[in-house]
């Protein structure tokens, strides 16, 4: 049996060939660019890596971009979200300072945070308060003439004097740059302002353990050492955002700076010696016995 030629199965030269063949165009239906690529869902567990389904591109999009409220935990969440290799480093830095660094442009500037400012703050506060009372102690054991007590006030005085300094003294300060236009040519935040005052008070909690010892001029060397540090990261932060006719200002803020370190030393820390008048001690002789011996006759 002879097998039949393929031009007896397909007809190309025929004039019905061309009328039946048709092409369609399905470049409306199929995506050829990355944006309608991400937008189709992968709901195949064997491109996972782990096996599971992946969720949609645009629905995780639309999420992580969505305004955050400010009476909820996700909106102060942000603030926190640090690692500590970060905090680590920005300690570090505020500790032992760069010569010719700024160091807000150096480690702030590209995300601030409040995580670090917190703990030092907080451990700061423990630290005057712990270390306060055991060089009171120490004093009064050395002079012997008063007893000693814990005093639990130096917590709250400690937490008073750092909360105003750190956190209440920064807005005020952004409130002040912001009243007077400086936002417009040089930015600074508050967000900034209070990570640069958190991390300037870290070079404190090392020295406020070193002022146990009761040796005056060591204390206020370290008072003097502390200032000079924690100032020069303030200063070369915010005198670029103040501006060359912010001068005054600049004083002011190195001066509230100067009296926190020596309200430390003052208040906390340099326990005054305690003035007595002599005590009148009175003497009364004692009297002679008299030895009285009754004769008694029978």
Known sequence: MQAPSVSNLIDIESPDFNSQLQFQ?????????????AKLPINNPVNSPSGNNLPNTAEFTSKSSDPKSFWTWEYFQQFF??????????????????????????????????????????????SIAISGNIANYLQATATHVYHWKYEFHIVTSAASAIICYAWVLPVVLWAYLKYQGQQETVPVSALELLCIY???????????????????WLQWFLVGTGAAISGYILLTSIAPALGQKNYPLLAVLTTL???????????????????????????VAAAPSVSMHTNITH
């Open 81 to 126: 979200d640090v690692t500590t290799d970060v905090v680590i480093e920005r300690v570090k830095a505020s500790v032992i300072p760069q010569n010719n660094v700024n160091y807000l442009q150096q480690y702030i500037k590209n995300k601030p945070d409040l995580y670090g400012p917190v703990w030092i703050c907080i451990t700061l506060v423990f």
């Open 198 to 216: 958190g991390y300037s008070l870290s070079i404190y909690i090392p020295i406020s353990v070193l002022w146990v010892i009761q040796v005056n």
């Open 25 to 37: 165009d399905f470049s409306a239906s199929i995506p050829n660019d990355s944006s309608n690529i």
């Open 257 to 283: 700076h100067l009296l926190l370190a020596a309200g430390f030393m003052w208040y906390f820390f340099h326990v005054p010696e305690p003035h007595y008048s002599p005590k009148i001690v009175q003497t």
